[in-house]
């Protein structure tokens, strides 16, 4: 019934799948790189401290002095074609480096935090009521779960068909689940609303909405 639900979750599937594999590919070369323990979980506790103080900074700083200036579906299409550059730039390394798997991994967080999660509400804006809860609620708890325990079984079964993958191959498949997600993503911001639709649709409501109450005062 709502078309752009149905590209949400879509979207969803393919950008959380993407998150399993870059995870998976930052806690491989962690481990290989620092193999002490107490190191690597200091290591972890300072990396995810700077993913949130750059999104916060890019949430409350940058964001909402850009917005006004750019349309949804630019936001929705610029992300994941950042991130098809960055991770065909990894893929071409035979032995990606700690700092290239946790930059690459480092920008789709901050970007999950500060732009994405912004889109994802403005989508259920304009929707009715039924499609900004009820739809909210299913692609909420069920989309993100799903798409990550859903890469995670996808990765179990090829590591016990093929044995386990090294990190230039866990790149490669990160490097196709950017496109996935690049297509996606794009099949969303053709779906959303543009900032004059959004406005007319306002106003033919409010207009919708003061006509009623002059009919009940009427009545």
């Known amino acids: 019934r709502v078309p752009v639900l149905k590209a949400l979750f879509m979207e969803i599937l393919a ?97 999950e935090f500060s732009i994405r999660r912004m889109l994802d509400e403005m989508v259920y804006v304009p929707l009715d009521f039924e499609s900004r809860f009820l739809g909210k609620e299913i692609i909420s708890v069920f989309g993100y779960r799903f798409g990550k325990s859903g890469m995670s079984l996808a990765l179990s079964g090829l590591n016990s068909l093929f044995g386990n993958f090294g990190l230039q191959q866990l790149s490669c498949l990160t490097g196709g689940a950017s496109c996935l997600w690049l297509a996606a993503a794009w099949n969303v911001s053709n779906r959303v609303l ?13 207009g919708g909405n003061k006509r009623q109450k002059k009919n009940l005062k009427k009545k």
Do not use: H
């Open 15 to 111: 950008g959380q799948g993407l998150a399993t594999l870059l995870n998976v590919c930052f806690v491989t070369k962690l481990s290989e790189a620092l193999p002490d323990d107490s190191m690597r979980a200091g290591w972890m506790g300072k990396f995810f401290a700077s993913i949130n103080g750059v999104a916060m900074c890019f949430q409350f700083g940058v964001i909402p002095r850009i917005m006004p200036y750019l349309e949804p579906r630019t936001l929705w299409r610029f992300m994941p074609s950042v991130m098809v550059i960055a991770l065909g730039f990894l893929c071409l390394n035979e032995n990606p480096s700690l700092y290239l798997i946790s930059g690459a991994f480092m920008l789709f967080k901050v970007m």
């Open 194 to 206: 543009t900032r004059k639709e959004a406005e007319d649709l306002y106003q033919s409501k409010k």
